[in-house]
């Protein structure tokens, strides 16, 4: 990487107080001063500001469970967030990998990590989302048949992509879907002429929701389950 690419992303100087830092000599690599921004470095390169020794932050991976009545975003003015679950000193450039709606439940990734979010995300990559759903209506073999096949939604041109359905009882399924559209789990159940009256998120991929989380409460993820999602 760039040598102002590290200097910014291991200080909290912007990428051009990182260059003027660079090109006014307080940077050296491996002892020596260094006055080129572009100079190409690696993560474990030894690298000093003013005498200081730099090092890249570690990337952060949490799974939280989400209580209902807090809402998926990094901030609001008015209502509380999944962040204020979150002791300040690890909030710091937290994103959230795949929402959910304030009266959704359950699991949510939290990451510092741009490319491993945007592989959870992203509709191109096959990544299932599990949701347990209760109804308002018993579920019958025509409209589980209707969802696994792909529906229409309301005011969209393409069909959802093939969803997996595991009915549990008359009124509870998990229902398994690779996108992310705006409310979809409720909006295909509207679509076979159904009602969601609960819905919690318990799988992504292969990283399920820890029994030991009560809502609100979050952990780090572990190495396997970082990288079952890599
Ligand atoms: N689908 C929904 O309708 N809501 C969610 O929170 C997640 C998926």
Known sequence: MRLDYFIANATALSRRDAKKAISSGLVKIEGRTCRKAGTQVMPETGITLEGQSLSLPVERYLMLHKPEG???????????????????????????????????????????????????????????????????????????????????????????????????????????????????????????GNHVNGLHRWRIGSVVLDPALAPGQYRELTCEEISGLA
Not at 93 to 100: D, E, Q
Not at 138 to 144: E, G, L, R
Not at 167 to 182: H, K, T, V
């Open 70 to 192: 807090v809402i998926s975003a990094t901030k609001d003015s008015r209502q509380p967030t999944v962040m204020d679950l979150l002791p300040a000193e690890i909030r710091r450039g937290l994103h959230i990998a795949g929402r959910l709606d304030a009266d959704t439940t359950g699991l949510l990734l939290l990451t510092t990590d741009g490319q491993w979010s945007h592989r959870i995300t992203s509709p191109r990559v096959n990544c299932p989302k599990t949701y347990r759903v209760t109804l308002m209506e018993p579920m019958d073999a025509d409209a589980i048949a209707q969802l696994e096949q792909g529906v229409l939604l309301h005011d969209e041109p393409r069909p959802t992509r093939p969803a997996s359905v595991c009915q549990l009882s008359e009124r509870a399924i998990d229902l398994s879907i690779s996108e992310g559209r705006y409310h979809q789990v409720k909006r295909m159940l509207a679509a076979v």
